[in-house]
T-cell receptor
Framework: AQSVTQPDIHITVSEGASLELRCNYSYGATPYLFWYVQSPGQGLQLLLKYFSGDTLVQGIKGFEAEFKRSQSSFNLRKPSVHWSDAAEYFCAVASMNSGGYQKVTFGTGTKLQVIP | EAGVAQSPRYKIIEKRQSVAFWCNPISGHATLYWYQQILGQGPKLLIQFQNNGVVDDSQLPKDRFSAERLKGVDSTLKIQPAKLEDSAVYLC????????????????FGPGTRLTVT
């Protein structure tokens, strides 16, 4: 069964500092990986996705993530954090199930606090 | 294009009462998902529709939860009777479908319905 682990429940960074949020997945084949962001009271918004090809993927809002197969990781990064980035971030893995439909599993999330 | 619509945004009920949530997905999206997100946790899939058929309801508490997607468009999720542990945000999402390329994996989420059971 596929699974996602986000080891950091809460992270605090200063505005302008760099950010890295960790995500580890468990899946037998090549996974499809996603990062979503959820602002308070809102639904989830897709930041970026990895399906194949270049292991460094660019997303919206200046975010990027790197797929490392050897480490089963898909960490999210941003070189300079803005106060508006304060939100909760979810990593997810998707695969096709035996019925031919996608199955998506989300991590438990990392809450990002940005201090001035 | 219009996003995924959900209503109501907030609902407070007493335990043992019933409640229903409505979702209208993005036009043309064949796949619709209902998730339960308990505070401090990631979304948990309750049920997944492909058009108007159920493809995954393995985590739906069927003794109290039900969902339907008539005509393969909008959907309703019902809880009857509600329990205290049902307090959560209920998220609806949609994706294009099973055909085509990797875009079928991209889910678009609505704002959610926050349910409080007292």
């Amino acid at each position: 069964a596929q699974s996602v682990t986000q080891p950091d429940i809460h992270i605090t960074v200063s505005e302008g500092a760099s950010l890295e949020l960790r995500c580890n997945y468990s899946y037998g084949a090549t996974p499809y990986l996603f990062w979503y962001v959820q602002s308070p009271g809102q639904g989830l918004q897709l930041l970026l996705k990895y399906f194949s090809g270049d292991t460094l993927v660019q997303g919206i809002k200046g975010f990027e993530a790197e797929f490392k197969r050897s480490q089963s990781s898909f960490n999210l990064r941003k070189p300079s954090v803005h106060w508006s980035d304060a939100a909760e971030y979810f990593c997810a893995v998707a695969s096709m199930n035996s019925g031919g439909y996608q199955k998506v599993t989300f991590g438990t999330g990392t809450k990002l606090q940005v201090i001035p | 294009e219009a996003g995924v619509a959900q209503s109501p945004r907030y609902k407070i009920i007493e335990k043992r009462q019933s409640v229903a949530f409505w979702c209208n997905p993005i036009s043309g999206h064949a796949t619709l998902y209902w998730y339960q997100q308990i505070l401090g946790q990631g979304p948990k899939l309750l049920i997944q529709f492909q058009n108007n058929g159920v493809v995954d309801d393995s985590q739906l508490p069927k003794d109290r939860f039900s969902a339907e997607r008539l005509k393969g468009v909008d959907s309703t999720l019902k809880i009857q009777p509600a329990k205290l542990e049902d307090s959560a945000v209920y998220l609806c999402a949609s994706s294009p479908g099973t055909s085509g390329g990797t875009e079928l994996y991209e889910q678009y989420f609505g704002p959610g319905t926050r349910l409080t059971v007292t």
